[in-house]
T-cell receptor, first 118, second 108 residues
C-alpha cells in the first residue's frame, strides 16, 4: 500500500510569507507526527496528533507555527511570517497502536518537504 | 522533560570491525525505536524494542534495551560499507523524542 506522502517536496519562499505543508498518512494510522530537521541535525519534535485527542503542541517553536488534522487523515502544518531560521526539512510520520495500552508501533516517515526561506 | 542522548555522534570505522552505538534517556520508558537515515533521504525503521531485556537482530545490526539503566545499544558486527548512514534512536515516554543521531561511516 501507499506510504506517507508529503507535498510539496520542495518549497522556496520569501521571508515574511506564509507557507502550508501537507501530509497524507498511511490509511488507518491514528497517530501523526511532525518534525523539523535542520541540515546535518537531528529531528526536532513539533506536534503530535492521536486520534480525536487534543494534539500535543509542546514542540512548536513559536506561535507562527500551527497544525491541523482532519479526523485521522490529512494534516497541514502552517508557518506564518516565515523567517530564514525556518529553513529546514519538515518530516511527517504516522503510526498505529500495537494493541498494548498507549504503545505505538514504529513510525513510518514521509519523504519530507524541504523549505527554503530567502 | 525527556532527554535522549546518543554517542558517539560521529563514528568512522573500517569494514569488518565491530562497534556499539549507545542511546541513553532520562525518564522511565520501555518503548524505544531505532531508525536509519541515508543522506538526503527520509528515515527508515530498523527496530522496535518494547520491554526490558528486548533484543532484536537484523543482519549485522543488533539492538537491545535495558529499561532499568535507561539505555539502548545498537551493535554493529563486521561492518560493511552499505551500513554507512545516520542512526537515530527515539524514546516514547508520553512524548516522542529523538536522539541527535550517530553518523556512521564505514571505510574499506
Amino acid at each position: 500500500g501507499a506510504g506517507v506522502s508529503q507535498s510539496p517536496s520542495n518549497k522556496v519562499t520569501e521571508k515574511g510569507k506564509d507557507v502550508e505543508l501537507r501530509c497524507d498518512p498511511i490509511s488507518g494510522h491514528t497517530a501523526l507526527y511532525w518534525y523539523r530537521q535542520r541540515l546535518g541535525q537531528g529531528l526536532e519534535f513539533l506536534i503530535y496528533f492521536q486520534g480525536n485527542s487534543a494534539p500535543d503542541k509542546s514542540g512548536l517553536p513559536s506561535d507562527r507555527f500551527s497544525a491541523e488534522r482532519t479526523g485521522e487523515s490529512v494534516s497541514t502544518l502552517t508557518i506564518q511570517r516565515t523567517q530564514q531560521e525556518d529553513s529546514a526539512v519538515y518530516l511527517c510520520a504516522s503510526s498505529h497502536p500495537l494493541g498494548l495500552a498507549g504503545v505505538q508501533d514504529t513510525q513510518y516517515f514521509g519523504p519530507g518537504t524541504r523549505l527554503t526561506v530567502l | 522533560e525527556l532527554k535522549v542522548e546518543q554517542n558517539p555522534l560521529f563514528l568512522s570505522m573500517q569494514e569488518g570491525k565491530n562497534y556499539t552505538i549507545y542511546c541513553n534517556y532520562s525518564t522511565t520508558s520501555d518503548r524505544l525505536y531505532w531508525y536509519r537515515q541515508d543522506p538526503g533521504k527520509s528515515l527508515e525503521s530498523l527496530f522496535v524494542l518494547l520491554s526490558n531485556g528486548a533484543v532484536k537482530q537484523e543482519g549485522r545490526l543488533m539492538a537491545s534495551l535495558d529499561t532499568k539503566a535507561r539505555l539502548s545499544t545498537l551493535h554493529i558486527t563486521a561492518a560493511v560499507h552499505d551500513l554507512s548512514a545516520t542512526y537515530f534512536c527515539a524514546v516514547d515516554s508520553n512524548d516522542m523524542r529523538f536522539g541527535a543521531g550517530t553518523r556512521l561511516t564505514v571505510k574499506p
